[in-house]
């Protein structure tokens, strides 16, 4: 079932439609009706084959290491199939527990009491969130917040606005898992994704934000890791390069 939230920003100037479809997938459009891609769209243009592939290759072998302990020991063109969807599996798997922490963490920062759900690795996310919530203290101001940047024409959704004592922080909520390549589960285009978000508050709000934090929620564990991102001179200059190559990038599929 389509649903459709209209956002107005910049005092009633700018209006966005925020529309989430029957599959979850998100769409902005302006007040006439056109499309605009979003941040991520834009730091999707950075390569992360080496750090996908890596994982895919993993979850075939382990799915074929799982029939073979059951006993199955010929590999048969069906099974590699079937290996080959699993990854596929694990990704959406992964991507609707995210959603639900995310959810349930909106809800609690909004003032909301929701209940815990039944899911094991949705439980261990929002646990971590709860001890980083009882360790700093945050004073939570604004959850999943559309921003729009006028200067760069983007729109995009922030996780969340809080302060940490007298310290203007944006955050980013991220379910994802510690790895050879990242120890803490952040990874460079988190950076430039969350700088986005600040430029298009800050537009609008005319404040500054102090730095931004990626909080990794460990589906496994229960436990948090965070990172702190306060160089916004050079990552607002990363994710701007990103914006301008995939625009011309599109440029060039049209001609």
Request: include cysteine; proline fraction near 2%.
């Amino acid at each position: 079932m389509e649903e459709t939230k209209l956002v107005k920003l910049y005092k009633g100037e700018v209006e966005l439609k925020f529309v989430t479809d029957h599959a979850d997938k998100h769409a902005y459009y302006d007040k006439t009706g056109k499309r605009l891609n979003g941040v991520t769209y834009y730091t999707g243009v950075i390569d992360k084959s080496d750090a996908l592939c890596g994982w895919t290759a993993k979850m075939i072998g382990l799915y074929l290491l799982k029939e073979k302990q059951k006993g199955n020991d010929i590999i048969t063109e069906e099974l590699v199939e079937t290996a080959k969807r699993e990854y596929r599996r694990l990704r959406k798997e992964a991507a609707d527990i995210g959603k639900e922490i995310h959810l349930w963490i909106s809800e609690k920062i909004s003032g909301k009491n929701p209940a815990m759900p039944e899911n094991e690795k949705v439980i261990n996310g929002i646990t971590a969130f709860l001890k980083f919530q009882k360790e700093h203290q945050v004073k939570w101001l604004e959850s999943e917040r559309l921003v729009y940047s006028k200067k760069f024409q983007y729109p995009g959704t922030a996780d969340a606005i809080g302060k940490i004592g007298k310290d203007l922080i944006l955050f980013d909520f991220k379910s994802s898992k510690p790895s050879s390549i990242s120890p803490d589960g952040v990874y460079p285009e988190h950076a430039l994704q969350t700088v986005a978000y600040q430029q298009a508050w800050e537009e609008e709000m005319k404040k500054k934000i102090d730095y931004r934090i990626i909080i990794t929620l460990d589906k496994e564990t229960g436990q948090f890791r965070f990172r702190r991102f306060q160089d916004n001179k050079n990552d607002i200059a990363g994710f701007i390069n990103c914006l301008q190559l995939r625009r011309r990038l599109d440029e060039l599929k049209r001609i």
